[in-house]
């Protein structure tokens, strides 16, 4: 059984006309047994992660992202942990040797890993950055484990289970938009996006941490009020949108939607969307309708 901080990550509270019922969630022993090896095999990996903080070498992509030793050795040791245990699965991650073309997703669990999310802060002795572990049932993303480097603490979480900062159950701000508002955000690559991120940047407070998914996971920590990103893949998102949806909050895809995932493409277009509680989602989408 997976750990959680208390009962409340198994049981449902049902409101209905001022009453207060206890409704029992059941996790099938298959989707158990796999969140609870995500949180051991993520925290397995802290301590190299911490050790070469800021040290270990680096080198550029040809997709003009930087990767590190760490990277490789975080993606290869959670998949062998992993697969020895659920063979069946399917295991992506953003380092993943190019195979040409994409995979098609066959199995009924499939991991999504972003082993160093902020390679670039990782390198330069920022502390911004994390590991990012999803698991997926029949494409969607049902759990997600990120390992906040900076923070030092696990948030982890997904719908029936809660979400959890720690021991800290998390919940999506609900409080007024105003323009003291906090609003993760990374700039478009694309210069006919500016437009819808300068409607954005002239209405939030703007914070820009260099980690997609740090930005996704402090909207369900209710440490930012939303998030947007003109630039970002799945693997950056998949741990944490589970992690926003089981605090209460929305994670709206502008360009199409991403999932059930029917494949993985190392290739894939880049993603622009918005998160935060369905009033926050629904203002920064009409903020950028102007894309």
């Not at 210069?191 to 998914?213: C, M, N």
Request: charged letters at 20%; a neutral charge; proline letters at 7%.
């Amino acid at each position: 059984m997976a750990w959680f901080p208390n009962a409340a990550a198994r049981f449902g509270l049902v409101f209905a006309r001022g009453r207060c019922c206890l409704t029992l969630f059941m996790p099938s022993p298959e989707l158990s047994t796999r969140i609870a090896a995500a949180q051991r095999v993520v925290l397995a990996q802290t301590a190299l992660l911490h050790r070469e903080f800021g040290r270990v070498a680096s080198q550029w992509k040809r997709d003009g992202t930087r990767v590190t030793a760490v990277d490789l050795a975080i993606s290869e040791n959670i998949f062998r942990d992993l697969g020895a245990e659920f063979p069946a699965d399917q295991y992506f991650s953003e380092e993943l040797a190019d195979p040409g073309a994409p995979i098609p997703v066959t199995a009924r669990f499939v991991w999504v890993l972003d082993p160093v999310d902020g390679t670039n802060n990782y390198a330069l002795g920022i502390p911004q950055c994390a590991i990012s572990l999803a698991l997926l049932e029949d494409g969607e993303p049902v759990y997600g484990v990120v390992y906040d480097l900076g923070r030092r603490g696990l948030l982890h979480g997904g719908p029936g289970f809660g979400a959890w900062d720690g021991a800290r159950a998390m919940q999506v701000s609900t409080a007024p938009l105003t323009p003291e508002s906090l609003v993760g955000f990374h700039s478009p690559w694309d210069k006919a996006l500016l437009p819808a991120a300068g409607a954005v940047l002239a209405q939030f407070k703007i914070r820009g941490l260099g980690s997609a998914t740090l930005h996704l996971a402090y909207v369900a920590a209710g440490l930012f009020d939303g998030v947007v990103d003109f630039n970002v893949r799945l693997w950056d998102l998949a741990a944490a949108i589970p992690l926003v949806r089981a605090a209460g909050g929305e994670v709206r895809f502008l360009n199409g939607a991403q999932f059930p995932m029917k494949h993985f493409d190392l290739k894939m277009p880049r993603i622009v969307y918005c998160a935060g509680s369905p009033a926050m989602c629904a203002r920064l989408d009409e903020l950028m309708s102007v894309r």
